[in-house]
């Protein structure tokens, strides 16, 4: 999940999470199009200087994609697609700040960081456990998807839909057992116990912090300007 890609800048999880909250305001209130490339390139900077260049470079070429769909291809379309199309360039396009934010999220934050983050809010436990669990969960079923997929092609297994059987009824099976063991290796490691927590990792604002904050709070004063 986190850590597949090499690093060179760090940011703190409570950072990300606001930066995520920013990137929501701002998603739904600018209008002016320059705004929504300075926020892309903004992002796709902040994925490069966290070491995440091929995540980045991905979004980029999907956000130039969607553009170049909005201005050379939607005008030659019949009008019955004119407006599927409008909606998947326009509309997805709105999202993509906080897409990329969760992506930043997931490829350089571990879950456990995120936690110790979360307790630093003074966030009830009846909501750290649920998500940290929920966390661990979907990489646990990504993991199991591989090892299927490797199986079917050892048995050489053929067919759409033999491939569908063979894929959907084992994670079926795995999935309820996948949450039991999550589920049983939190509480082993105390994550009910209400007494408070001690960590060795020291989680506290920095510099590229405070200039990413500061950056966000900018785009959400040009956004309400440019309206």
């Known amino acids: 999940m986190a850590g597949e890609e090499t690093?060179?800048?760090?940011?703190?999880?409570?950072?990300?999470?606001?930066?995520?909250?920013?990137?929501?305001?701002?998603?739904?209130?600018?209008?002016?199009r320059w705004i929504e490339f300075a926020v892309i390139g903004a992002l796709a900077f902040l994925l490069l200087?966290?070491?995440?260049?091929?995540?980045?470079?991905?979004?980029?070429?999907?956000?130039?994609?969607?553009?170049?769909?909005?201005?050379?291809?939607?005008?030659?379309?019949?009008?019955?697609?004119?407006?599927?199309?409008?909606?998947?360039?326009?509309?997805?396009?709105?999202?993509?700040?906080?897409?990329?934010?969760?992506?930043?999220?997931?490829?350089?934050?571990p879950v456990r960081?995120?936690?110790?983050?979360?307790?630093?809010?003074?966030?009830?436990?009846?909501?750290?456990?649920?998500?940290?669990?929920?966390?661990?969960?979907?990489?646990?079923?990504?993991?199991?998807?591989?090892?299927?997929?490797?199986?079917?092609?050892?048995r050489k297994i053929k067919g759409i839909g033999r491939k569908m059987e063979c894929m959907i009824v084992p994670l079926l099976m795995s999935a309820t057992g996948t949450a039991d063991e999550l589920s049983a290796a939190a509480i082993t490691r105390g994550i009910e116990n209400p007494v408070p927590k001690t960590c060795i990792v020291d989680l506290r604002f920095h510099i590229q912090d405070y200039i990413c904050l500061l950056a966000g709070c900018a785009f959400i004063v040009a956004a309400s300007v440019a309206r």
């Not at 690093?7 to 002016?32: C, G, Q």
């Not at 750290?128 to 669990?133: A, D, G, T, V, Y």
């Open 7 to 32: 690093k060179s800048v760090r940011l703190d999880p409570r950072t990300e999470l606001l930066l995520l909250v920013i990137a929501n305001i701002v998603a739904f209130t600018y209008s002016a």
């Open 49 to 109: 200087c966290c070491g995440c260049h091929k995540t980045a470079a991905k979004w980029v070429v999907f956000f130039i994609c969607l553009v170049a769909v909005q201005y050379y291809v939607i005008p030659i379309l019949p009008k019955i697609l004119v407006i599927m199309f409008s909606i998947l360039t326009v509309y997805v396009r709105k999202l993509f700040p906080c897409l990329m934010i969760g992506a930043l999220i997931l490829k350089t934050t």
């Open 113 to 154: 960081f995120l936690i110790i983050a979360l307790r630093k809010w003074h966030i009830p436990q009846k909501l750290i456990i649920p998500l940290s669990i929920t966390l661990r969960y979907f990489p646990a079923i990504k993991e199991e998807y591989r090892h299927i997929r490797d199986a079917m092609k050892l």
